[in-house]
């Protein structure tokens, strides 16, 4: 079964700057958008930001927005490469992040069909 595989977390201070990566490639995804969330420990998993198949529609969290940039790459034949690229993080930006899919985006978790294993980003102050 396809999988998807979210990584690029990490230990880094505030106001540095990290690039998760999601690997969406394979015929399971094929026209599903992409998005991130992430969960902090003893809160609700919440959607941080999402990318339409095509790329050219994007969403974000309002605390995000500005700071975090999502893209798409299917330049390679066969690879469907989607990054969240966050500048000046904040310590409220820690959390596991992962990666989902679903072939309409809305901010409800219950709504994304596909999830990746996750990825720990931590900003210490």
């Known amino acids: 079964q396809e999988q998807l595989h979210d990584t690029g977390g990490g230990l880094v201070q505030v106001g540095d700057s990290l690039r998760l990566s999601c690997d969406a490639s394979?015929?399971?995804?094929?026209?599903?958008?992409t998005g991130w969330f992430r969960q902090a420990p003893g809160k609700e998993r919440e959607f941080v930001a999402a990318?339409?198949?095509?790329?050219?529609?994007?969403?974000?969290?309002d605390s995000v927005e500005g700071r975090f940039t999502i893209s798409r790459d299917r330049r390679d034949r066969g690879k469907n490469m989607v990054y969240l690229q966050m500048n000046s993080l904040k310590p409220e930006d820690t959390a596991v992040y992962y990666c989902?899919?679903?072939?309409?985006?809305?901010?409800?978790?219950?709504?994304?069909?596909?999830w990746g294993q996750g990825t720990q980003v931590t900003v210490s102050s």
């Open positions: 989902a899919a679903a072939r309409v985006m809305v901010n409800d978790p219950l709504g994304w069909d596909y």
């Open positions: 990318v339409s198949w095509s790329g050219e529609s994007q969403y974000y969290e």
């Open positions: 394979g015929r399971t995804f094929s026209g599903y958008a």
